[in-house]
């Protein structure tokens, strides 16, 4: 019965370098949320995505990072050309419903470090 | 001002206290959750409620709308408590948790 699935769980890149995390949901769910941590702050949305589709990407920086949800596979969170500050944990949950009606299941989270 | 504030920041108890952690919220939720985030990193979904009160082996949360205030409680806390515990709100008009900045709680032995 596995839970929400990340990887890698550590991930270092070089400034300019591409940076690709990937969050299996848990079975049966359908509703993928990212969410960034960054060193000594809260956790912030992201994006949420529905199969195949982005429902709300607002907390996500308009350039250079683009998320998706394909009808097989991962969700995958990509960043383009890294620099320093997206040094990160970056955490994935899923959940059966969206709107907040069924608790989000967390993933252990992707940390990112820029060289 | 933070949507979402708790209290406080860092805790330190003995074994066996009783814990309370508070969370306060200036918006309209249609539900709140506490979440516990280990040393390691890893978050762990502790609760969602809306209304009223839940408990979990030693643990309690408990909600009133009215007041948008919320408690998590640790009944004989143990060192194996120790993490940050998170609430964060989802607003009836969002799609997506806003959360406060954690609270670092430390039981010692």
Same mark, same amino acid.
């Given at each position: 019965?596995?839970?929400?699935?990340?990887?890698? $769980?550590?991930?270092?890149?070089?400034? =300019?370098?591409?940076? $690709?995390? $990937?969050?299996?949901?848990? #079975?049966?769910? +359908?509703?993928?949320?990212?969410? $960034?941590?960054?060193?000594?702050?809260?956790? #912030?949305?992201?994006?949420?995505?529905?199969?195949?589709? *982005? *429902?709300?990407?607002?907390?996500?920086? #308009?350039?250079?990072?683009?998320?998706?949800?394909? #009808?097989?596979?991962?969700? *995958?969170?990509? *960043?383009?050309?890294?620099?320093?500050?997206? +040094?990160?944990?970056?955490?994935?949950?899923?959940?059966?419903?969206?709107?907040?009606?069924?608790?989000?299941?967390? =993933?252990? =989270?992707?940390?990112?470090?820029?060289? | 001002?933070?949507?979402?504030?708790?209290?406080?920041?860092?805790? %330190?108890?003995?074994?066996?206290?009783?814990?309370?952690?508070?969370?306060?919220?200036?918006?309209?939720?249609?539900?709140?959750?506490?979440?516990?985030?280990?040393?390691?990193?890893? &978050?762990?979904?502790?609760?969602?409620?809306?209304?009223?009160?839940?408990?979990?082996?030693?643990? &309690?949360?408990? &909600?009133?709308?009215?007041?948008?205030?919320?408690?998590?409680? &640790?009944?004989?806390?143990?060192?194996?408590?120790?993490?940050?515990?998170?609430?964060?709100?989802?607003?009836?008009?969002?799609?997506?948790? %806003?959360?406060?900045?954690?609270?670092?709680?430390?039981?010692?032995?």
């Amino acid at each position: 019965n596995a839970g929400v699935m990340q990887n890698p $769980r550590h991930l270092v890149r070089r400034r =300019g370098q591409e940076a $690709r995390l $990937r969050c299996s949901p848990m #079975k049966g769910h +359908s509703h993928v949320y990212w969410y $960034r941590q960054l060193p000594e702050e809260g956790l #912030k949305f992201m994006v949420y995505l529905q199969k195949e589709n *982005i *429902i709300d990407e607002s907390g996500m920086p #308009k350039e250079r990072f683009s998320a998706e949800f394909p #009808k097989e596979g991962p969700s *995958i969170l990509r *960043i383009q050309q890294v620099v320093r500050g997206d +040094s990160a944990a970056y955490f994935c949950a899923s959940s059966s419903q969206g709107r907040g009606s069924q608790p989000q299941h967390f =993933g252990d =989270g992707t940390r990112l470090s820029i060289l | 001002k933070n949507e979402v504030e708790q209290s406080p920041q860092n805790l %330190t108890a003995q074994e066996g206290e009783f814990i309370t952690i508070n969370c306060s919220y200036s918006v309209g939720i249609s539900a709140l959750h506490w979440l516990q985030q280990h040393p390691g990193g890893g &978050i762990v979904s502790l609760f969602m409620l809306s209304s009223g009160k839940k408990k979990h082996g030693r643990l &309690i949360a408990t &909600i009133n709308i009215q007041e948008k205030h919320s408690s998590l409680h &640790i009944t004989a806390s143990h060192p194996r408590d120790s993490a940050v515990y998170i609430c964060a709100v989802f607003s009836g008009s969002a799609r997506q948790l %806003t959360f406060g900045s954690g609270t670092q709680l430390t039981v010692l032995p």
